[in-house]
């Protein structure tokens, strides 16, 4: 597995801090007082770039996109060629919790994927995971990896987002809708807690059977990383 890092900036952390000194004067702005934003901002992301260079010679195939429904997102993705499956798992987290090891079997691990995940080998050349497993129950983030890898066509993409806090710390859950190959538009649909802190150590061991990994860092609070079957 080879594993590179890039540079990137975003528009979305000045942008809420522009808007809040306005409100509030020019004091410093935490981190927390940006958390949810209720208007969508503009967020630049070399990580999204590099998503669909790895992908843009295989039109006519399936992109899975793990997030809120989006008439931005089908509409820029079927303008490309492309097929856009969509499953909301943040959604349905809330509708089956589950808290830890203890409290959650393999019944309840597969009864999970299998209502909500039911795809075959290879079905797509492209997965948007965005910041997902920032918020899923730790007996479901291995399982859920292995299933991206199992959907993924050899050589496919995979798009996900990690926050830079500490365990337990809330942080945004939003909406990503694509504006163009390199530009996201951020939304938040509040907050929740952190579950765990990945450091790019742990993100190399999740993504281990993986090809190649590559870092993408960015002025926010959030890591882009592109993943390589």
């Known amino acids: 597995m080879s594993v590179t890092s890039?540079?990137?900036?975003?528009?979305?952390?000045?942008?809420?801090?522009?808007?809040?000194?306005?409100?509030?004067?020019?004091?410093?702005?935490?981190?927390?007082?940006v958390a949810t934003p209720s208007t969508p901002f503009p967020r630049r992301s070399n990580g999204l770039r590099e998503f669909w260079r790895g992908i843009e010679s295989?039109?006519?195939?399936?992109?899975?996109?793990?997030?809120?429904?989006?008439?931005?997102?089908?509409s820029f993705i079927t303008g490309l060629?492309?097929?856009?499956?969509?499953?909301d798992l943040f959604r349905a987290l809330l509708r089956i919790p589950?808290?830890?090891?203890?409290?959650?079997?393999?019944?309840?691990?597969?009864?999970f994927f299998?209502?909500?995940l039911n795809y075959s080998d290879g079905q797509f050349?492209?997965?948007?995971?965005?910041?997902l497993l920032d918020f899923l129950a730790e007996p479901l983030v291995k399982p859920l990896v292995e299933c991206l890898y199992y959907f993924l066509q050899p050589g496919g993409n995979l798009l996900t987002f990690f926050h830079t806090g500490t365990p337990g710390q809330d942080v945004p859950v939003c909406q990503y809708r694509i504006r163009s190959s390199d530009t996201l538009e951020v939304s938040g649909?509040?907050?929740n807690k952190?579950?765990?802190?990945?450091?790019?150590?742990?993100?190399?061991?999740?993504?281990?059977?993986?090809?190649?990994?590559?870092?993408?860092l960015s002025r926010d609070s959030l890591r882009e990383v592109v993943i390589v079957r």
Request: charged fraction near 25%.
């Open 194 to 216: 952190l579950r765990r802190h990945f450091n790019n150590r742990a993100i190399e061991n999740l993504f281990r059977k993986f090809s190649s990994v590559k870092f993408y």
């Open 6 to 33: 890039g540079a990137g900036d975003s528009l979305l952390g000045e942008n809420v801090r522009r808007l809040l000194r306005q409100v509030f004067g020019d004091q410093a702005v935490s981190p927390s007082a």
């Open 125 to 131: 050349s492209g997965i948007l995971c965005w910041d």
């Open 98 to 111: 589950i808290a830890d090891k203890s409290q959650a079997g393999l019944s309840e691990e597969d009864r």
């Open 58 to 74: 295989d039109p006519g195939s399936g992109i899975l996109d793990l997030g809120s429904t989006s008439q931005a997102n089908l």
């Open 114 to 116: 299998r209502e909500n």
């Open 81 to 87: 060629g492309y097929k856009l499956y969509t499953e």
């Open 189 to 191: 649909r509040g907050s």
